[in-house]
C-alpha cells in the first residue's frame, strides 16, 4: 500500500506562483512513474505533467514553459513548480504514483489550486 500526501494548494492571484508537494509513503525502490493531474468543474481529469523514475518529463502543451515538475527520489516525493497561473489552471490538482512491479496506481486526494483576482 502507499499513501500519498499532498500539500501547496490554495488561492493566487493571476500571473503569480505555486509549489505543489506530494509525498509517497513505502518503499523508495518501488516507485516509478510520478505526475500530477488536475480537474476542472465539468471536465475531465487531465494530465498536467509527468516525471520517470529517471528524470525523462513531460508537460501538457497548456502549461510548457509555465510548469515544472521534479522529484527527489530520497523522499519520494513530486513537486510542481507553477508560474505565471491563469484562471484557466483552476482545478484540484491530484498527484498519481505507479508503485511496485506491476505500476499499479495510486493517487493522492486532490489539492485544490484556484487562480482569482
Known amino acids: 500500500q502507499v499513501q500519498l500526501v499532498e500539500s501547496g494548494g490554495g488561492l493566487v492571484q493571476p500571473g503569480g506562483s505555486l509549489r505543489l508537494s506530494c509525498a509517497a509513503s513505502g518503499s523508495i525502490s518501488s516507485i516509478g512513474d510520478m505526475g500530477w493531474y488536475r480537474q476542472a468543474p465539468g471536465k475531465q481529469r487531465e494530465l498536467v505533467a509527468a516525471i520517470t523514475s529517471g528524470g525523462s518529463t513531460k508537460y501538457a502543451d497548456s502549461v510548457k514553459g509555465r510548469f515544472t515538475i521534479s522529484r527527489d527520489n530520497a523522499k519520494s516525493t513530486v513537486y510542481l513548480q507553477m508560474h505565471s497561473l491563469k484562471p484557466e489552471d483552476t482545478a484540484v490538482y491530484y498527484c498519481?504514483?505507479?508503485?511496485?512491479?506491476?505500476?499499479?496506481?495510486?493517487w493522492g486526494q486532490g489539492t485544490q489550486v484556484t487562480v482569482s483576482s
Open positions: 498519481k504514483v505507479d508503485y511496485g512491479s506491476w505500476g499499479l496506481p495510486y
